[in-house]
C-alpha cells in the first residue's frame, strides 16, 4: 500500500486484530499455561489481550535522548522534527544509499499486529502496532553474501533531543539483531499504533519491534540501517554487558543480575493488575525458540 504519512491507516483498514491475537492465545493457552499451573487466571488474561489504551502506551515511555523519567518523551519529544525522514542503508547490501520514507514504504503492506512489549524493567504493556516486515525492506535492498548482522541507529540531534546534551549513554543509541532474527517475520518496523502515525514518544516515524526480545532491542527513530559482517555494538550491551547481553531474548529463567525477571507487572493492569509470570520468549516460543537450538541461553543472554 502507498506510504501515507499525514493521512495514516483507520483500525479498518489493517488486518483484523484477532488473527494476531489467537496465535498468541494459542500459545499461551496450551503448554505454557499447563506448566504453570495457571489455566484459570492467566488463560483469562491472555484471552483478553486487550490493548493498553493510547493514553498508557504514549505516557509512559523509555526513550532516553529525551531524558531517563518514564514521562519525559512524553514531554519533549514533540521538539523533535520528523518530516523529512531519511535512513542511511548500507554495508553488504545491493542498493545502498540514503532512502527517504516514501521510498521505505513504497510496496510495503502496512497491517496491524498486536505484540506485548516487555521492558527489561519488568513491566510490559500491549501495543496495536501498524508496520511491516522489516524482511520485507531487507529483500527490497538484497541483502549481500557474507552479510551476518543488521545493525541500527536512531538519529543524533543533541538540540531537539535534550537528553543527547548530556552523557547518559554513548549516542547515538544502536541495536543490532543476527541476520535471521532480522528476517524472522515476526520482526517489524513500525510506522504507526492504533492505525495513526507513530507519537514521537513511541519513536516516530520508524522503529524496531521484536516481540521476543526485551524492549530496549527494539530501537527508535531509526536513520541508519547497516548490514555487517560481525556483531554490531548495541547501547546496553556496551554500557553494560554483564547486566544485558547482545541476545537479550524474554527469559524468565535467566534473572537481571539485579533483579528476577521471572514475573512482569502489566502497565494499567486493571483487574489483572498483579504480577503475571512471564512466558519463555515473551510468549512467541513456539515461533522463535528454533533460532537458538543448542545455544546455552544464560550464556547468550
Ligand atoms: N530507542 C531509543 N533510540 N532510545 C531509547 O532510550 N528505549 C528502549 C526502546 N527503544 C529506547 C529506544 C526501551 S528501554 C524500551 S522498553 C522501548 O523503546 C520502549 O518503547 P515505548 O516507549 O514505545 O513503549
Not at 273 to 287: A, K, V
Amino acid at each position: 500500500m502507498a506510504y501515507r504519512y499525514r493521512s495514516p491507516l483507520t483500525r479498518a483498514d489493517v488486518t483484523p486484530k484477532h488473527m494476531y491475537v489467537n496465535r498468541r492465545q494459542l500459545m499461551a493457552g496450551s503448554t505454557a499455561m499447563l506448566g504453570a499451573g495457571l489455566i484459570g487466571g492467566r488463560a483469562a488474561a491472555q484471552e483478553a489481550l486487550e490493548p493498553n489504551s493510547l493514553e498508557e502506551i504514549t505516557t509512559y515511555n523509555n526513550f532516553y535522548e529525551f531524558g531517563t523519567g518514564k514521562t519525559d518523551p512524553a514531554s519533549y519529544a514533540h521538539m523533535l522534527t520528523t518530516e523529512p525522514w531519511s535512513i542511511e542503508i548500507d554495508g553488504m547490501v545491493d542498493n545502498p544509499g540514503t532512502w527517504s520514507m516514501a521510498d521505505v514504504m513504497e510496496g510495503m503492506t502496512v497491517e496491524e499486529r498486536i505484540y506485548r512489549l516487555r521492558c527489561v524493567e519488568a513491566w510490559s504493556m500491549v501495543v496495536p502496532w501498524n508496520g511491516f516486515e522489516l524482511a520485507d525492506l531487507l529483500t527490497r535492498v538484497g541483502v549481500q553474501e557474507g552479510a551476518r548482522y543488521v545493525a541500527f541507529e536512531t538519529l543524533m540531534r543533541p538540540e531537539e533531543m535534550p537528553g543527547q546534551q548530556r552523557a547518559i549513554l554513548d549516542w547515538p543509541y544502536r541495536e543490532g539483531l543476527r541476520l535471521d532474527e532480522a528476517m524472522h517475520p515476526l520482526t517489524l518496523l513500525a510506522t504507526g499504533l492504533y492505525g495513526d502515525p507513530l507519537p514521537n514518544q513511541n519513536g516516530a516515524p520508524i522503529r524496531l519491534v521484536v516481540p521476543w526480545k526485551y524492549g530496549f532491542k527494539s530501537i527508535k527513530s531509526i536513520v541508519r540501517i547497516s548490514l555487517v559482517e560481525e556483531m554490531p555494538e548495541a547501547t546496553w550491551n556496551m554500557q553494560n554487558p554483564r547486566e544485558y547481553g547482545f541476545y537479550s531474548n524474554v527469559n524468565p529463567n535467566v534473572d537481571h543480575p539485579r533483579w528476577s525477571q521471572a514475573t512482569e507487572r502489566r502497565i494499567g493492569g486493571g483487574l489483572f493488575s498483579g504480577r503475571e509470570p512471564t512466558l519463555m520468549f515473551n510468549g512467541y516460543e513456539d515461533e522463535v525458540a528454533s533460532l537458538y537450538e543448542g545455544m546455552d541461553l544464560s550464556v547468550y543472554y
